[in-house]
């Protein structure tokens, strides 16, 4: 049998020109990446600016006497990852080591943002074999700035960021999730009235920057009841363990206890379908999208796209 035929691409990638720029964009510097290839500075300039011009972008901006990674440099970057890590899985196949190169979607998410929106939000990929999912929490300023600068490839927040005419957001439209005051049985009797529970049992609520709170404290003011608030806090998962210790009943939409609910540790005593909190995803407007986030957008979204 013949031996078969490699077949023809339209552009011979070279490889070494790749590697100059994978361990650059790695070592952060020309100068760093200059030692470790054992290859002068200006020399190895040479080598990127080519890279450059046969991928047909730069793949750095230069911001003082540092080059900083664009998104054409990170795309590029994705791939040359991939590119050598299949090449150590080779080396490894060969030696009866397991290894494997991953795809890879990094997610920001607010530190204060429901744990359980965050894995439903993800379930999609979360069987994937073949992903590295990566996700960070902090908090929104420091968040956009990663967005901002490509280290992100989508942000989960349950308040929309200020419109930029500078900066191109993406504000997609997630799941809007009712609210309900829960606690435990020893606290909510059945049948009993709400404006008798309020006014007799310690309230724990969610902080006054939240949504949740202005239109809750709208409907108390609606409703002339003057509740015992006895904490105010901006982490669903802190309101969420207050409740299930039982420091009070809680103002939370029943996905942040869901387990509690289920298994009865919590029981819900009023359903409000005209309160409610939303829940987004951030992007920005690229030229080239991380594939991974338009699968989880797909089958998430619930409008075109909000800016």
Do not use: C
């Not at 100059?20 to 020399?43: D, K, M, N, Q």
């Not at 009841?225 to 939370?252: F, N, T, Y």
């Not at 869901?258 to 951030?282: M, N, P, Q, T």
Request: aromatic share 6%.
């Amino acid at each position: 049998m013949p031996p078969k035929k490699v077949r023809n691409l339209p552009m011979q990638l070279n490889f070494k020109h790749l590697k100059y720029f994978w361990t650059v964009a790695h070592e952060g510097s020309l100068a760093r990446a200059s030692e470790v290839l054992h290859i002068s500075t200006p020399a190895l300039s040479v080598q990127i600016q080519k890279l450059e011009e046969q991928l047909g972008h730069p793949l750095f901006d230069r911001k003082g006497r540092q080059l900083v990674l664009n998104e054409a440099g990170r795309v590029a970057l994705d791939y040359a990852d991939t590119i050598f890590t299949a090449g150590a899985d080779l080396v490894g196949s060969m030696r009866g080591i397991d290894s494997r190169a991953s795809k890879v979607i990094r997610i920001g998410a607010m530190a204060t943002l429901s744990r359980n929106f965050q894995v439903s939000f993800l379930s999609p990929l979360l069987t994937r074999e073949d992903l590295d999912i990566v996700v960070r929490s902090d908090g929104l300023s420091v968040l956009m700035k990663e967005l901002e600068d490509l280290q992100l490839d989508v942000l989960l927040v349950n308040t929309p960021p200020t419109v930029s005419h500078d900066i191109p957001w993406l504000t997609h439209l997630i799941d809007e999730q009712a609210v309900s005051i829960v606690g435990s049985p020893s606290r909510v009797a059945p049948d009993i009235d709400i404006k008798e529970l309020l006014t007799t049992q310690p309230l724990i609520l969610p902080s006054e920057a939240s949504s949740i709170r202005n239109n809750f404290d709208a409907w108390l003011d609606r409703m002339n009841i003057q509740p015992r608030i006895v904490a105010e806090v901006d982490d669903m998962a802190m309101i969420r363990l207050l409740a299930r210790a039982d420091h009070g009943i809680a103002v939370v939409p029943p996905i942040v206890v869901r387990d509690e609910l289920d298994s009865g540790l919590l029981v819900e005593a009023k359903h409000f379908d005209a309160l409610s909190e939303s829940f987004y995803a951030i992007t920005l407007k690229r030229r080239f999208d991380n594939p991974l986030v338009r699968e989880l957008l797909d089958e998430h979204y619930q409008v075109s796209r909000v800016s």
